[in-house]
C-alpha cells in the first residue's frame, strides 16, 4: 500500500512526488513515457512572472511566478540563470482585442485604438520589478537603440527599448531533478509504465498498470490518487478513474523553431505584433537563437504536436518585423512543439486562457483524487505546495511545507558561482575545454565532479560519442536519470542532438540497448 498514486511524469506530477515524498508519505508515480516527455519539455525555457498576464489583471498569478523566480534560481543555479530581456517599443503595439486592459483603455482613451503606449508598458514594467520583492535581479532600465549591441541586429525604425529581467531554465533536466529527489526521500518513479485502470476499492484506489516495453502488468494500492496527467488529464478522469466531472482542460499548442545565432549578445528580445501578441527570440545552446511562441487549438492529447508549417512561417514572419535579417524556411535548423493543458476557463481565445492552475479533490464515493489543471513552470513548486495542502486532511500530522530553499541535485551552491565550478572542473581535468566545461557543470552543477572522478584524460570516459558526449555521462544519465534510448538523452537530459549526426545519434541507441539488455541478463 503507498499513500499516494501519481499519475504524470510531468513537472507537476513529479514536483508533487518530491514534495509529498519529502513530508514522510509512500509516493510511486507512474509516466507512460520518458520524464518531460510531452509538455515539460515543449517550454519556451524561462522561468518568468509572465509579463503580458498581467493585461489580464492576472495580478496573484503573476506575483506568485516572480517571488518564484528567485526561489527557484537560487535552488538551481546550475540548470537556471538570470537573462535580461530587450523589449523594442515602436507606436504600432496593440494589445489583443479581447484583453481587460485592451477594453479598459478603448473606454478611456478610444483614439488610441488599441495601441499600447509607452507609458502604459513602462507602468507594467514598473509593476513587474515590484510585484514579486525582487532582490536578486536588476530592475527595468531605458535603452537608446542606435549604435548599441541591442539595437544591431534590429531594424533601424527601432529607437528605444526596455530591458527587464527573467531567467532561463533547462525544463527537462528540471522534471528529471525533482524525480531524482523524490526517489532520494523514498519515492518510487517508474517510467514506461501506463496506468491502464485505477477503481476505487475498500476506501483505497487499486491501480492496474503496464510496463511499455515488457507488457507486464501490476497492481497497485494506493490510499489518495494524483491527476498530473497533464494533457490527458481529461482523458484520464473520463477513461482511467470514470468521474462524473464537469472540469475540462483545454490544449494550447505552443510551437518553437531554432535558427543559427540571429545576433552577438546573450540577452534575449521580447518582440510584439500589430495582432497583439508577442514572441521570444533568445540565444540557445551557445549557436543558435530560439524563436516562439504560438498559441493555437490542438484537440486530441494523444496526437504528438508539432509545429506546423504554418506556425513556422507565421513566427518567421513576425521576428522579419524586426530583425535586420529576413529569415526564411530554410534558415530553421529545428522546430519543436509542446501542449499547454490550461484549465478551460471559457475564454475566448487560446492566447487569452488563464494560465493559472486549479486543483480539484473529488472523494465522491471513497478514495480521494485530486485532479491537477493548468499551471506553468515558473510556479510548479507553489502548485505543489497547494496540492499537499489539499492532500493534508486525508493524512493527518502531514509536517509543513520545505521545499523553499532546499536546492535540487547538483545546485547546492551559490547563483553566483558557476564560473568557479567551471575552472575547478577544468583545473582538476586539464582536458576539458572551457565549451565543454561549462556544458557539464550547467547540466550537473555539482555532480559534474562525480561524473568525471578519476579521469586523467578524455580516454579514461570511455566511447565518444560525438558532440562531448562521453559513456561515462551516458551511465550516470541512464543509472541516476532515467534514461532508457538516445532521444531521452540528446533532446531531453540535454540538446546535444542539435550537435550530432543521425548517425551517431543511431550508434548512441545501439549502445544503450545493448547495456540495458546486458543488464537484464546479469539480473536474470
Known amino acids: 500500500m503507498t499513500d499516494l498514486f ?18 514522510g508519505l509512500s509516493v510511486t508515480l507512474a509516466e507512460m513515457g520518458d520524464l518531460a516527455q510531452a509538455t515539460s519539455s515543449g517550454s519556451t525555457k524561462l522561468f518568468h512572472g509572465g509579463l503580458r498576464y498581467l493585461e489580464y489583471f492576472e495580478f496573484r498569478l503573476v506575483r506568485e511566478a516572480l517571488i518564484e523566480r528567485e526561489v527557484l534560481l537560487r535552488a538551481m543555479p546550475h540548470i537556471s540563470w538570470p ?21 479598459l483603455l478603448g473606454v478611456v482613451m478610444p483614439w488610441m485604438k488599441g495601441r499600447r503606449p509607452a507609458w502604459l508598458i513602462r507602468l507594467g514594467l514598473f509593476l513587474y520589478d515590484n510585484l514579486g520583492g525582487r532582490k536578486i535581479l536588476p530592475g527595468t532600465t531605458t535603452l537608446s537603440l542606435p549604435g548599441t ?27 528529471v531533478l525533482n524525480a531524482r529527489d523524490a526517489e532520494a526521500r523514498g519515492a518510487r518513479i517508474m517510467t514506461r509504465t501506463r496506468v491502464l485502470s485505477a477503481e476505487r476499492e475498500n476506501e483505497h484506489w487499486r491501480v492496474t498498470t503496464q510496463d511499455t516495453e515488457t507488457g507486464e502488468t501490476r497492481q497497485h494500492l494506493a490510499k489518495m490518487l494524483v491527476n498530473a496527467g497533464g494533457p490527458w488529464v481529461g482523458e484520464i478522469i473520463q477513461t482511467k478513474i470514470r468521474l462524473n466531472s464537469t472540469e475540462g482542460v483545454r490544449l494550447v499548442r505552443g510551437s518553437h523553431i531554432v535558427t ?54 507565421y513566427l518567421l514572419a513576425f521576428a522579419n518585423q524586426y530583425f535586420t535579417q529576413q529569415l526564411g524556411p530554410e534558415d530553421v535548423v529545428w522546430s519543436y512543439s509542446g501542449v499547454r493543458p490550461l484549465y478551460d476557463d471559457g475564454a475566448q481565445s487560446a492566447t487569452a486562457a488563464t494560465r493559472d492552475y486549479t486543483l480539484k479533490v473529488d472523494q465522491n464515493g471513497g478514495a480521494p483524487v485530486l485532479n491537477v489543471f493548468g499551471g506553468k513552470i515558473t510556479t510548479y513548486r507553489r502548485l505543489a505546495e497547494s496540492a499537499l495542502e489539499k492532500i493534508a486532511p486525508f493524512f493527518p500530522g502531514l509536517p509543513a511545507a520545505w521545499t523553499r530553499g532546499k536546492p535540487l541535485p547538483g545546485g547546492d551552491f551559490p547563483v553566483d558561482a558557476v564560473g568557479r565550478l567551471v575552472c575547478d572542473l577544468r583545473g582538476a581535468h586539464s582536458f576539458l575545454s572551457a565549451s565543454w566545461a561549462l556544458r557539464l557543470v550547467r547540466a550537473y552543477g ?36 532515467y534514461a532508457r534510448s538516445a532521444e531521452d538523452i540528446v533532446w531531453r537530459r540535454s540538446k546535444l542532438g542539435l550537435r550530432m549526426s543521425q548517425d551517431q545519434i543511431d550508434e548512441l541507441n545501439d549502445w544503450m540497448r545493448a547495456r540495458r539488455g546486458g543488464a537484464s541478463a546479469a539480473a536474470e
Request: proline share 6%; hydrophobic share 35%.
Open 260 to 313: 543559427r545565432r540571429l545576433y552577438d549578445h546573450d540577452k534575449c528580445y521580447f518582440f510584439q505584433g500589430t495582432d497583439g501578441r508577442i514572441i521570444f527570440a533568445i540565444p540557445y545552446e551557445t549557436d543558435f537563437t530560439l524563436i516562439g511562441t504560438t498559441d493555437a487549438e490542438h484537440d486530441d492529447p494523444s496526437r504528438k504536436p508539432e509545429c506546423t508549417p504554418e506556425e513556422r512561417d
Open 149 to 175: 549591441p541591442e539595437g544591431a541586429p534590429l531594424q533601424p525604425r527601432f529607437q528605444r527599448a526596455f530591458e527587464y529581467s527573467d531567467c532561463w531554465v533547462e525544463d527537462s533536466r528540471l522534471v
Open 6 to 23: 501519481v499519475i504524470g511524469g510531468g513537472i507537476n506530477g513529479c514536483g508533487i512526488a518530491r514534495d509529498a515524498a519529502g513530508r
Open 446 to 481: 555539482s555532480e559534474a565532479a562525480i561524473i568525471l572522478k578519476g579521469a586523467r584524460d578524455a580516454a579514461d570516459l570511455g566511447r565518444d560519442f560525438g558532440a562531448t558526449l562521453t559513456e561515462s555521462e551516458v551511465i550516470w544519465l541512464m543509472d541516476r536519470e
Open 83 to 103: 537573462m535580461r530581456f530587450v523589449l523594442p517599443y515602436h507606436p504600432e503595439m496593440r494589445f489583443e482585442s479581447d484583453t481587460p486592459t485592451s477594453k
